[in-house]
């Protein structure tokens, strides 16, 4: 990234900040659970996971309080998984073996968590601007296929007929999420010539070059085969051909070109990195020597918008020198790169500035002396979806709490994708997965429009590791396991972390990023509690939360 473009960003950003005291958030939807773990690339902080965490293991449980239907319901009932009215009051019991009842009500139940999750939202109190589309979205016809899924369930001990007349008169995209949630049920269940038969008719409909609908299909496919192949001891498809699942920091993950790509044309980008640095801002109005602790800086772009508001500020309360240091577990060039740029910037602002990378082989290996701390400056730590490769890895996780804990900061800000990722239940991830990648390839097909090689780029190098590492990956192997802001909270509550509320100032920053673009109409955000939780089109996609560090 060169100077030129980090101030292209700068004086977006910058534009957005000096009008933000005049903006305020209206009042309309809400929502509950993104920007991603694999959104922008990362320096990976987790080393082995030898052990699984728990408290996160077991997170599809700790979201909801709700008692799960039985099986045996009107349709009616169950169409309220997907929140769709349906005329027929009746439903035929399944006339199934014992087993196949039970993952039968395994498919329901994941499908009523994620409806019910969203219909808790819907009664909240929120703070929340939205604009939806005319079209029917990809959620809407998730959930069309969800209710096709479950009528062909109800009424056939086989699944789904696929040559029925009935499958024939509906639209393409809802016979291919049908096809697919078919396949999955097939593939929990261990049947895996039928899933690869479910999967075959999804080959035939989607495409890496499709609607986002057949793009989801696609790469989830991919996913699938990978897992048939892996479970059978099958040679993987030639078309499913990938990488290690681990392989998060390929070169084209961490393009820069990329990278820059979808923080001009994406909203979400903007919106949290304007309230991210604007909670850091929060807690450090009368500092004058201030050192940020990024643990995952990817491009560092939202350290230009920092830079900007300290040196904006009057005479009597002007920075004298900024700090900012990098961790990381691997990719030491990158990191040294963005400091070089950085360093760039802060010299055409004619502020104080040095940056430093503390790079560890294991996260177990961080400790606080590593660190430049004076006993003057103020410190801040910013966590930018870096925590969720942790999560298998109970004994790194709290050793990063501590040492993040001994460098005394005024503010840890953390943000992550706001989904229930690591379910012990395979049926479980592939519902709340889904769902949210639904929303983010629907998102990329409005604001990538024009630029199909970006968009067709970030998908296959960012998205496409992590449907497969979730859905095709299991024990040790598994390593992206997002959980919700509920899960974090009881996990940092633990740790004795108190939860600090974000200002209104971090709200009006949201507002501002949905502002800066066409496509920023169908973002939303909300309050939950102390938190912000930004979505497109009513999808929760990210929370962004701050903490008091005991």
Known sequence: MSLDEISDFARVYSSSAASKSSQQVGS?????????????????????????????????????DVVSPPFQSCQDEIMKIVGIQTKNAELMEPKESKKSHAFASESFEALRKYRSSRLKMDDKSSSTTHAS???????????????????????????????SQSLLEDSKEVRLIQNLLSSAHKVAQKQHEQAFEFLKECGKMSSCAGTPIQRLVFYFSEALFLKIATETGRTQPKDSEKKPVDHLES???????????????????????LVGVQAVLDHLQEARKVHVIDLDIKSGVQWTILMQDLVARSENSRIQRLKITAVGTKSKSLLENTGKHLESFAKSLNLEFSFRVVLVEDISDLHSNLFDLDHDESVAVYVSYALTNMIGNVDGLNHLMRVMQNMNP?????????????????????VESLFLFGAFFDSMADCFEGDET???????????PSITNILAAEGEERKIRHVSINVWRAFFARLGLVEIELSSSSLDQARLGMQSLTCGTSCTVYRDGKCLTLGWKGTPLCSLSAWKLP
């Open 133 to 163: 589309a005319p079209s029917l979205s990809t959620e809407a016809t998730i959930r069309f296929g969800a209710e096709k899924f479950i009528q062909s369930m109800s009424c056939s001990s086989n699944g789904l007929n696929l040559s």
């Open 454 to 464: 970006s968009r067709k780029n970030a998908e296959s190098s960012w998205f496409r």
């Open 410 to 430: 005024c503010v840890m800000v953390v943000a992550e994708l706001e989904a229930n990722c690591n379910s012990p239940s395979f049926i479980g991830r592939f």
């Open 251 to 273: 070169a084209t993950l961490l393009n820069m070109d990329l990278m820059i790509a979808f923080h001009k044309k994406h909203p979400l980008a903007q919106m949290t990195k």
């Open 28 to 64: 309309k939807d809400s929502l509950e659970n993104l920007h991603s773990h694999g959104v922008e690339g990362h320096v990976e902080l987790a080393g082995a996971m030898p052990q699984h965490f728990n408290e996160f293991n077991y997170s599809d449980d700790l979201y909801l």
